[in-house]
């Protein structure tokens, strides 16, 4: 099982993030994408990374807007896995807003 990251450990890991907040329990990014297109493609390409890591983030999307959760749950809260994803997500947001 992944090891949980201190408050410390999570609150250096958002500095880094882009429009990431959260605690130790999850992180959290919204982002409105151009169109609602761009949204969709944003969120399948998240999905095909998901599946690769095998680590699924909670996707809510609202017309061109998506919110990312990430959280381990089997850990019970936010794990290097959940850094690492987040990581992934900035990549895709910054080409789909490129």
Known sequence: MAEL???DDV???LAQLE????DTKGITRTVALPTFP???????KVA???EEMNHHPDMDIRWRTVTFSCSTHSAGGVTGLDIALAMRIDQIIAEALA
């Open 48 to 50: 095909e990374i998901a």
């Open 38 to 44: 761009a949204a969709i493609a944003a969120v399948d």
């Open 11 to 13: 609150a250096g890991s």
């Open 19 to 22: 429009g990431w907040s959260g």
């Open 5 to 7: 990251l201190s408050a």
